[in-house]
């Protein structure tokens, strides 16, 4: 186990705390530079794909999981910069600018979201910013004139510096990296500024915080701002990663995937945001799996076991049939979210935290280390 | 003036549905500050429960009714004993998840069971209409409005006059305090699951000749419920139906006299409008924090 000295305050902010991380991260980050030249390129799209769901998700962190604002309504946010990219691009503007656009763009509408959300909490605060999203998508199928209505919008290729980057390319690629990378150093830098800490105070206690002397109606309003505007980044490549976009893509089945992103893969670090982005992405590719590969496995584990040609048939077309079925994406999903917040309330990066506890504690690890405590006596009603 | 009195008629039925998904809201938070997103999925796997009994196995429709109102009040229990006892006490986010999820598990399920076209139950109301002067009301719609005003009253007097519906009460102020008092606060939550479920099946069976029963009813619906819950003030049983009846004539008069896409946003402006200008609703109870 390394203990780390620490002699100066600025020891408890740095974003490497030892060489270690280093080393790791340098790692990871030469794994994802070479990825496209080594990867097949739906491995590729699939990675761009988790590269767009992790910057949504570290915006969500920054609003849930740091500040303890709920948003049921980031697809409207991602949809704002998708569109405002689309647009903007019939128009010819050159990329760089209206990817900055679509960013200052959605911050101040998120800004505008903030304002109201300061009289709400809790339960309310949800339905509002539901209520939010449902709008901005009736809004979207109906302003024909700027969105095409709910024939939807073709979005051209990026075209960088006088090149032209189509969406699969390993260019376009590197592009989603460094747009999340940027926002996670970004984001680490804000969380370990006054701003951060403020974020953090509010999300612990808004009573405490005020009292403190922070403003929580101005940081409240930042945190809104700034997670629509990280979402409204994303929504740019959201909408060159599928060249089409059309109001019924956005509708309160992403957000909620969005919340699904960090409730995965952890509400407390911005680990969680990747970690459960590349989760709900290859949730996909899992049910490809089950419905092409599945069926013949089970089938030829059934013929080992002594069942006969016409039994291993008949539980092969029984097992196709199941992995078939209409509905299972929507159940995986409902049965993975009620296990995670029953049995993994941390999230991936949690249980990740524990395996690597256990081992450096190793026979001295205890289970309570990571209990949550329960409160059954405050009411939500007085608070 | 006629039209007016016909949508006026159309919208206070349809927001009476709106009512009785609601009041299945406040029921749960009124007694345990739970918001059950899945609150719109039990009414939906209601309709089919009733659809069971009384379209494929052939029962009387009353007898057919009762057995799916029994159903989903033990299915109710069954939830709440899954999913959301394990999680009370932990904050509220977390179980709003957990419902959203048994929403996403129960509409998959009944799709899968129970396929994906609309099916119909013939009830005693599909057919008639009551004729006021040149007023054409129809019986499923009337049968939904007095359904909504009988539970309303039941429920209210339920939660104001009897011992258990004041435990209730109680246990939603302070879990710990109630149970200190003798209140045994997990079967009162369980029962309180129980009633509300119960509430959503009636809605569902009343609502099967107007809507039919489809497996994505619940989610459209119990959206459209969010609203009147937050307008009569999230925890107010008599609140719960205002607020549904002024939303679904807010609704029916939108798509009357305002151009077409007002229809399906103008609930949801009303409601950020009340949030910001009264967020405890019309007869919510308004609360400071004690420090």
């Not at chain 2, 809201?25 to 609150?39: D, G, H, I, M």
Request: charged share 10%; hydrophobic share 55%; aromatic share 12%.
């Amino acid at each position: 186990m390394r203990f780390l000295f620490k002699t100066d305050y600025e020891d408890d902010i740095r974003l490497f705390p030892h060489s270690g991380y280093f080393v790791s991260y340098g790692l990871l980050l030469a794994v994802l530079l070479i990825a496209p030249y080594v990867l097949s390129s739906y491995v590729m799209s699939q990675l761009v794909f988790v590269c767009i769901y992790a910057t949504v998700g570290v915006a969500l962190l920054i609003l849930t999981g740091f500040t303890g604002q709920a948003s049921l309504g980031h697809a409207a946010f991602l949809a704002i910069g998708a569109y405002t990219a689309a647009y903007l691009q019939k128009y010819n503007v050159p990329f760089p600018i209206y990817f900055l656009a679509a960013g200052v763009l959605t911050g101040l509408i998120g800004a505008m979201v903030g304002f109201p959300a300061l009289r709400l909490t809790g339960i309310y605060l949800v339905i509002a910013t539901i209520s939010f999203a449902l709008i901005v998508e009736e809004i979207l199928a109906r302003w024909e004139s700027v969105t095409n209505g709910n024939e939807g919008m073709r979005v051209k290729a990026v075209s960088l510096l006088g090149v032209t980057v189509s969406r699969d390319s390993p260019t376009f690629y590197f592009l989603c990296l460094a747009v999340l990378v940027l926002t996670i150093v970004g984001t680490l830098n804000l969380l370990r500024s006054p701003t951060g800490r403020a974020f953090v105070a509010i999300r612990d206690s808004e009573t405490a915080a005020r009292s403190m002397g922070v403003n929580v109606a101005l940081y409240k309003v930042k945190s809104y701002a700034i997670s629509a505007a990280i979402t409204g980044f994303a929504g740019v490549l959201f909408a060159h990663k599928l060249s089409f976009i059309s109001p019924e893509m956005f509708t309160l089945q992403l957000s909620i995937e969005f919340i699904i992103v960090i409730l995965i893969g952890g509400t407390f670090s911005l680990h969680g945001a990747v970690l459960g982005a590349i989760f709900i992405v290859m949730i996909d590719p899992f049910l490809t799996y089950l419905k092409d590969d599945m069926p013949g496995i089970i089938a030829g584990v059934a013929a080992t076991f002594g069942a006969g040609t016409q039994s291993a048939a008949n539980v092969q077309s029984k097992v196709a049939a199941f992995a078939s079925l209409n509905g299972l994406k929507g159940a995986i999903y409902g049965i993975i979210i009620v296990l995670f917040v029953l049995f993994e309330p941390l999230g991936l990066y949690g249980r990740w935290l524990k395996i690597k506890l256990f081992f450096q504690l190793f026979p001295l690890y205890k289970r309570a280390t990571f209990k949550r405590q329960k409160i059954y006596v405050k009411s939500e009603r007085n608070r | 003036m006629l039209d007016f009195v016909q949508q006026l008629v159309s919208g206070v039925a349809l927001g009476c549905v709106y009512g009785l998904i609601a009041l299945g809201f406040v029921l749960v938070y009124k007694a345990t500050e739970v918001v059950n997103f899945a609150q719109g999925d039990l009414m939906m796997l209601g309709g089919f429960f009733a659809f069971t009994f009384i379209g494929m196995m052939g029962l009387n429709y009353w007898v057919g009714f009762a057995g799916a109102v029994a159903a989903m009040a033990l299915f109710g229990m069954v939830a709440e004993r899954v999913v959301v006892r394990p999680i009370l006490g932990y904050p509220q986010f977390s179980i709003i998840m957990a419902t959203i999820g048994l929403g996403y598990f129960l509409r998959s399920i009944a799709g899968m069971i129970w396929g994906t076209d609309d099916l119909k139950i013939e009830t005693p109301f599909s057919q008639g209409v009551l004729r006021v002067g040149s007023l054409v009301l129809a019986h499923d719609k009337l049968s939904v409005i007095a359904a909504t005003v009988i539970l309303c009253t039941l429920l209210w007097l339920f939660f104001n006059k009897t011992t258990l519906g004041t435990a209730m009460r109680a246990s939603s102020e302070n879990m710990l305090a109630a149970y200190y008092m003798g209140i045994p606060v997990k079967r009162v939550v369980s029962i309180v699951w129980a009633i509300s479920a119960a509430v959503a099946t009636c809605a569902g069976v009343l609502l099967a000749p107007i809507t039919f029963i489809h497996s994505n009813v619940g989610l459209a619906l119990g959206l459209k419920a969010f609203p009147a819950a937050v307008l009569g003030g999230f925890g107010s049983i008599p609140g719960a139906v205002v607020g549904g009846v002024l939303i679904g004539v807010i609704e029916s008069m939108a798509g009357f006299y305002l151009a077409e896409g007002w229809k399906d946003v103008a609930p949801y402006i009303v409601l950020l409008a009340v949030l910001l200008l009264k967020p405890e609703g019309l007869f919510g109870l308004h609360v400071r924090k004690k420090v």
